[in-house]
């Protein structure tokens, strides 16, 4: 479909729901109440009243907009990370996985292969159902059944990556054909990915270039479901899905991310990096060019359409909680200013003082002893990591803050209901999937031009053009680069844990530079200061009255946080091992049962077709069968 009249459809849906938004919300609240009740296997009642939501585009799309509710992802800041190096938890939830506690009888410890996923499938199902059977037009089909396709996409995608082959249901189950028609077995993996990759490709062809209209900033565009695919298609390259190494997968992926630059070109403001890498999740989402999947979150909306991250990550000072604390693993993960790795020869790292000289990212990333945050509701302007009053005597358990996505202007009484955006895939995403496909197919030249674009707005020195990256690098040294690029870049944005998984990063080695995680710990550093400057000074007379003496010796000049042996005059620090369990110190042990996880027992004992996946308890499905 021209992409001019998708838009041109798209704008007469718009002024077609401003028209009947009145006369047909209590019509949609009744028919949404019925739905949102109805159990997995209930059809709705085809009644005349539902019949009428599919014959006007208007009353269609208010459906659509409950279905973004429902499939839209949200905020997902850190979720995820205390299952990498990332950050630590002393969860059991998160460590029973990495120390390797889980067995092949504990079947119930991932459900996200479960009743209420197949719910939201199904009410995607009456949507494309319905709109199928419409007699609107056409062109304005293909622009509403695009979106529910996407979501249909991106809820088994949500299931594949995690056990996949799994149940492929794309039509309304009716209950009363029984039971044979409703215990569908699990499709082998391949053909779970060409259903997706299907309704991706038609989502694709469906919706326009963007959404001209401000209120429907945020719903998906083709190029962003272009990149989505092009997500999916990267895991389905990857060594966990493709053991022997099929290029035609990397080809295949390749060309889903080429055509989703492509697409996201032709935008009147064409997706691109953002100039600022500290800026982006703080810039306003609808005018950030970085941003291709996103969900806008608002105070001014009402406290449902906000989230707390700001809350978690800030200091106790500034009215936080220090949670997803960066570890030692992360810290030393940033490049240097230079674009070397620190354990690469003549990076100049020093840990002593690890944080001079670092790729910039680094400093909007990671909080360190010392280091400058100003933020609103918080009168210091720097921060420390060791036991004091100004904090109520808590530190973070790593030794160091979370800066990632904060905004320091959000008044401290409004931290628990932060309006940022949340970005679910970036423009920068789309460069580096690109950037893995083109090096494992041999196209060095076109790999290093998009890593160093990400390195570019970084703020990585340029040096001879290659930032720090030279024209003569091998696959397997770009490939480890594109990594921990992929690792600082996303960090706490919900991506480490997914590379781990589908590079097999947990159990192997990608070189020498970035070595596989089971066997290793996370660390944290301990601070302590000397001579009592962790005490506020209580003299009322003094200037400096109510500061921390650490304070006043930064302020005086004595201490200069950037000079080693300042620093050994007023602070000692310990690493410390975080990874023990009942008192021992235990090592990663990510196994290759996790790979694939176990369908849970409720799904298995309602759906007898469905077989277990290979390697736990009575299992039989293969995941890597072709």
Partial sequence: MNNENVTMNKNKISRSMKSYRMKTGAFLLLVFTVLSCEDVLDKHDLTTLDDRIWEDAATIELYINNLYVSNMPGISFGQYSQLTDETYSSSTQYNDLLYGFVTESDINEVTVFHKEKYQLIRRINIALEGIEGSSIDDSIKAVLAGQALFFRATRYWEMVQLYGGIPIVKEVQDPYEGSEALDVPRSKTPVAIDEIVEDLDRAIEGLPVEWTLTEDQGRITSGGAAAFKGRVLLAWASPMFNPNHDPSRWQRAYDANKEAMELLAQMSKPRALHPEFSTIFTTNVLENQEAVIFRRYSLAAGNAYTHNWEDNVRPYSGGGGSGFTPTWELVKAFPMANGKLTNEPGSGYDSARFWLNRDPRFYATIAYNGSEWSMSGRDESNVWTFRNTKEANRVPVTGFYNKKATDPTIPRENIGQTGTAWIELRYAEVLLNAAECANELGYTDEALAYVRAIRERAGIEPGDGGYGIPNSVSTEMLRQIIMVERQVEFAFENKRYWDLRRRKMFREDLGAYVKKLNGRQRHGL?????????????????????????????????????????????????????????????????????DFFAVPSSMLNKSPAVEQTLGWINGTFDPLEE
């Fill in 526 to 594: 301990s601070y302590r200061t000397l001579s009592g400057y962790h005490l506020e000074i209580t003299d009322e007379t003094s200037p400096y009255y109510g500061k921390l003496r650490i304070d006043t010796a930064l302020m005086n000049g004595s201490l200069d946080l950037n000079d080693v042996n300042s620093f050994s005059n007023y602070f000692t620090y310990t690493v410390r091992n975080l990874d023990t369990y009942q008192g021992q110190s235990v090592a990663f042990d990510y196994r290759a049962l996790y």
